[in-house]
């Protein structure tokens, strides 16, 4: 009985951090999106649009 008990404890609580992990992927995702945005953008503006630059994003 105390076995059921502990594993139905231990599943909820893998369902759990499984859920939350999904969500922590989904905003660092959206963080490095966005730092790899802003990279490209301080790039092409030191550099000027065209060139490689246009040809490695492609």
């Known amino acids: ?22 969500r922590a992927d989904a905003e660092v995702d959206s963080a490095l999106d966005a730092a790899v945005d802003r990279v490209h953008e301080l790039v092409v503006g030191r550099l000027g649009a065209g060139g490689e630059v246009e040809r490695s994003t492609r």
């Open 1 to 22: 009985m105390v076995e059921a008990v502990v594993a139905c404890v231990f599943t909820r609580g893998m369902r759990n951090a499984h859920r939350l992990g999904g």
